[in-house]
């Protein structure tokens, strides 16, 4: 333990989070200081692709994290739109529980932006970190959604 009684794990949670995907999984979830922290890691130290190599081309990463954005987004939103419609797979699972985070109108504007990201990045205008922390940033959440609280009778 160090820093001020919090314990070590608690004090270095910004280091994981390296690979798009996880990235992407934050992204949409609205986890803004995971989400922040991820895209830091991300680009500044790449992530191990499964054959080993390390992967530290921004473009690469960019490609790869839209690609997952667009995934997980799509997703959600096909689950939003028609729920209970997928199977009981993990990635169909984490998809049912990714769509409640937000209505299908906001899954389909983060699409957009995802799709504009996309588009400016084909077309040669550049997507590079700060893009994704205003994403991130306006795409944050201030937690996850709460069940509504009972509601308790008042005594007179």
């Not at 699972?93 to 699409?111: I, S």
Request: hydrophobic share 40%; net charge positive.
């Amino acid at each position: 333990k160090g820093g001020g009684g919090r314990d070590l794990k608690a004090l270095v949670a910004w280091t994981t989070g390296g690979s798009p995907w996880s990235v992407a999984d934050h992204l949409l979830a609205g986890d803004l200081p995971r989400a922040l922290a991820g895209l830091e890691v991300l680009y500044r130290g790449g992530f191990q692709e499964k054959s080993g190599k390390r992967l530290l081309e921004p473009a690469g990463i960019t490609s790869l994290l839209l690609g997952a954005l667009t995934r997980g987004a799509s997703a959600a939103l096909a689950e939003r739109s028609n729920p209970g419609s997928g199977g009981n797979s993990p990635g169909e699972k984490a998809a049912r529980a990714r769509a409640e985070l937000r209505a299908a109108g906001d899954w389909h504007r983060l699409l957009e932006e995802v799709a504009a990201l996309e588009r400016r990045m084909k077309t040669g205008g550049g997507v590079a970190l700060d893009d994704f922390a205003r994403f991130a940033l306006a795409w944050s959440r201030s937690g996850p959604p709460r069940a509504k609280a009972p509601v308790k009778a008042v005594k007179r």
